[in-house]
């Protein structure tokens, strides 16, 4: 098992468990592969979004003067 932040264990969960039904005891992911590309798509869209912030906040920023 790896190991993350401050020592604690990743709990690593079978592809068959994770697109089990909800009512199985799954996370009723019916498709791993579409899952995993919407979230990539949402974090790209947040760091852009957050990059996008960033800048406008810096650009309005007087400086000091």
Known sequence: MGVGHE??????????????PKEAGGLGIKD???FNDALLAKWKWRLGDRSRDFAERFKNHDMGR
């Not at 020592?7 to 089990?20: D, F, L, M, P, R």
């Open 7 to 20: 020592g604690k264990n990743i709990a690593w969960v079978s592809c068959e468990k994770v697109c089990q």
């Open 32 to 34: 791993v592969g579409r």
